[in-house]
């Protein structure tokens, strides 16, 4: 797509056969494509013209009653053109002069095409502004500047994090996983991360979660409740749990949530840090979770007892509880 400034002159030269004194009929005609999906939307009502035999009909009616007027002038404020392959769009915005008076802001878009060295016109939509008061009854926000400020003020959660800025992070990994590389070669081996793949990303989709990011043969995931998240790490590890190819699945599952900084759709901080410490705690076929989802399940799963576990990195030790799935 690139900018295309001929389209504006284009514009204003169809303007210039259509408007003025003695409007050039055939000349504006001949800037048209000869086709029957045409269509031109005036600032009137019933101007809704499809098709160039009503759109010519329309033409040789509309032009003479226009130059009986005086004909129309027109100085342009603002005008952009872009083009790709064999089709081009040009705006316009601009002040209407007739008779002795101005007409409100006007605004025109054409969308044209190529035919042969030509450009020609397939649609065309031309009218006068009005206030959103006028309209409406009421203000919208309009300025380009107050738009842009409130979408970002306004801004939505990450996806993944609850409408409180909370989020239940989930690690999992596959267990002794080099090793079933180096006995399934590297051909197997790709072929069973896409099953693998297959099953986690499908039951994330299907309990609202959000996949971060992969690494390698785990992945790093984001639900806005934890027990969606404790939902869906059941149904990963039952899928999981069946086998590939007759080749036994081993996976552990961490689970911890809390705040975390949100960022270019990653989160950091302390809550993944130790989600991450408890998947990596976790024995093979395995999901733990921390106390606070524990809390947050509130008795909805069964869980065995607490496990204290001392994580690398963190000073103090926590409370894990594994989530009884078989």
């Known amino acids: ?16 056969l259509a408007w003025g004194a003695r409007p050039d009929i055939e000349g504006h005609l001949d800037a048209w494509a000869r086709h029957e999906g045409i269509l031109f939307i005036g600032p009137d009502p019933e101007e809704w013209i499809e098709g160039i035999d009503q759109f010519s009909a329309a033409v040789k009616i509309q032009l003479p009653e226009q130059s009986e007027l005086g004909g129309l002038t027109y100085e342009t404020d603002r005008a952009i053109g872009w083009k790709e392959g064999s089709v081009g769009w040009v705006a316009w915005r601009g002040r209407i002069g007739v008779r002795d008076s101005e007409l409100p802001e006007a605004r025109m878009t054409a969308i044209v095409h ?54 239940t992070i989930m690690f999992t ?39 971060v990011k992969g690494q390698g043969d785990g992945f790093m995931i984001a639900f806005p409740a934890a027990g969606a998240a404790a939902a869906c ?20 599952i961490g689970l911890h949530a809390g705040n975390a900084t949100a960022e270019g759709g990653d989160f ?33 799963f069964t869980l065995g007892s607490a496990r204290p ?5 963190l000073s103090e030790s926590i409370e894990a509880f594994p989530v009884i799935w078989t």
């Open 268 to 300: 950091f901080g302390r809550t993944v840090v130790v989600a991450a410490r408890i998947a990596g705690a976790a024995d093979g076929g395995q999901i733990l979770v921390s106390k606070v989802v524990q809390d947050e399940l509130a008795g909805a």
């Open 1 to 16: 797509m690139e900018p295309a400034p001929e389209l504006i002159s284009f514009l204003e030269k169809v303007l210039d």
């Open 173 to 211: 990994d596959l267990e002794e996983s080099t090793a079933l590389m180096e006995e399934l070669g590297e051909a197997r081996w790709l072929e069973l991360l896409a099953w693998h793949d297959g099953i986690v990303t499908r039951q994330v989709a299907t309990f609202g979660g959000t996949v």
């Open 309 to 313: 576990l001392t994580l690398k990195g």
């Open 233 to 252: 790490a059941i149904a990963i590890q039952r899928a999981i749990s069946a086998g590939w190819s007759g080749v036994h699945i081993s996976m552990r």
């Open 114 to 167: 190529e035919d042969g060295p030509y450009w020609k016109v397939v649609h065309f939509h031309f009218s006068y502004t009005k206030s959103n008061l006028e309209s409406l009854g009421s203000e919208l926000t309009t300025s380009v500047d107050d738009l842009l400020l409130a979408v970002a003020s306004e801004a939505p959660p990450p996806s993944g994090m609850s409408g409180d800025g909370s989020v």
